[in-house]
């Protein structure tokens, strides 16, 4: 079964940080192009960064120099590192991933079930 499950939300101040991490299995690694998103209440899924089958990175200005995306293609696991966290970062945060590269959610065939991440003093 393909699937993908993230993990490493949680509560943290705001100037924190959190890596969160989203576990592939079911596909072979590195065959797919992954992404980031963010969700709140009420709002379309808001693309976040991107990391193609090349390892290139992309990234949404909202968070370009705070998040990093990498994987781990031995692993099969996508990473998002995120730092200088503010409250506006709090949302519902999704791993993706694609055949071919898009930043549009609504393109993405896979989807995890997110993790939340809540940045409030």
């Known amino acids: 079964q393909v699937q993908l499950l993230e993990s490493g939300g949680g509560s943290v101040q705001p100037g924190g940080s959190l890596r969160l991490s989203c576990a592939g299995s079911?596909?072979?690694?590195?065959?797919?192009?992954m992404g980031w998103f963010r969700q709140t209440p009420g709002n379309q899924h808001e693309w976040m960064a991107s990391?193609?089958?090349?390892?290139?990175?992309h990234y949404a200005d909202s968070v370009k120099g705070r998040f990093t995306i990498s994987k781990d293609n031995a692993k099969n696991i996508l990473y998002l590192e995120m730092s200088s966290l503010k409250p506006e970062d709090t949302a519902m945060y999704y791993c993706?991933?694609?055949?071919?590269?898009?930043?549009?959610?609504?393109?993405?065939?896979?989807w995890g079930q997110g993790t939340q991440v809540t940045v409030s003093s």
């Open positions: 990391i193609d089958t090349d390892d290139s990175t």
């Open positions: 993706a991933a694609n055949p071919w590269p898009t930043q549009n959610p609504r393109v993405y065939k896979l």
């Open positions: 079911g596909f072979i690694p590195n065959s797919y192009y």
